[in-house]
């Protein structure tokens, strides 16, 4: 029963590239949360997705981030031009169809970005 | 801006000692309040709190939720080295938005 999957675990990226971090639900999950954790910092939410549904993307900045959940396949998120304040440990979170009892979401390892 | 505030930010203790930890919210759109623990990696999920004054336990971890007054307390007894983490509150989000209002979290280092 594997949990959550994120993918790549380290990132290092120069200015101005483009960064994609994946993550792949706990089997049976179809709701998805992004959180972003900079250093000394406690985590943010960045965005909640369905499957093809962005449902709450208010913690994402304006500019150069995006998300998507496709159909098949894992959740994306994107963020394109990085800059320094980019880096960050970027956790992705599964939670099944309705929050109950103790079916609460589920965090994966993490990304960790460093910008160059 | 919703927020969640906890602590102490730091606590130091030693082995056998008896902590509690602080969490407190605000109650806009409340749904239910969790505490994790993260040791440099993922956040581990602890309890899930949706009623007041019922206590939730697992080993030496417990937990209570107050509704009136809007906080929760998180307490680890009999310390050991391996507590040592940062113990995250987080407050979930009503309606069809379950998304999580974290506090910055309190360091707890065990000492043997």
């Known amino acids: 029963n594997a949990g959550v999957m994120q993918n790549p675990r380290h990132l290092v990226r120069r200015r101005g590239q483009e960064a994609r971090l994946r993550c792949s639900p706990m089997?049976?999950?179809?709701?998805v949360y992004w959180y972003r954790q900079l250093p000394e910092e406690g985590l943010k939410f960045m965005v909640y997705?369905?499957?093809?549904?962005?449902?709450?993307e208010s913690g994402m900045p304006k500019e150069r981030f995006s998300a998507e959940f496709p159909k098949e396949g894992p959740s994306i998120l994107r963020i394109q031009q990085v800059v320094r304040g980019d880096s960050a440990a970027y956790f992705c979170?599964?939670?099944?169809?309705?929050?109950?009892?103790?079916?609460?979401?589920?965090f994966g390892p993490g990304t960790r970005l460093l910008v160059l | 801006e919703d927020k969640v505030v906890q602590s102490p930010l730091s606590l130091v203790v030693h082995e056998g000692d008896t902590v509690t930890l602080n969490c407190s919210y605000e109650?806009?759109?409340?749904?239910?309040l969790l505490w994790y623990k993260q040791e440099k990696k993922a956040p581990t999920f602890l309890f899930m709190l949706?009623?007041?004054?019922i206590e939730k336990k697992s080993g030496r971890l417990s937990s209570i939720l107050d509704k009136k007054e809007l906080f929760s307390i998180l307490n680890i007894t009999a310390t050991q080295t391996g507590d040592s983490a940062v113990y995250l509150c987080?407050?979930?989000?009503?309606?069809?938005?379950?998304?999580?209002?974290f506090g910055k979290g309190t360091l707890l280092t065990v000492n043997p």
């Open positions: 979170a599964s939670s099944p169809q309705s929050s109950r009892a103790q079916e609460t979401q589920y």
């Open positions: 089997k049976g999950h179809s709701h």
């Open positions: 997705l369905q499957k093809e549904n962005i449902i709450d």
């Open positions: 109650v806009t759109n409340f749904r239910s």
């Open positions: 949706t009623s007041s004054g």
């Open positions: 987080a407050r979930e989000a009503g309606g069809s938005n379950y998304k999580l209002t």
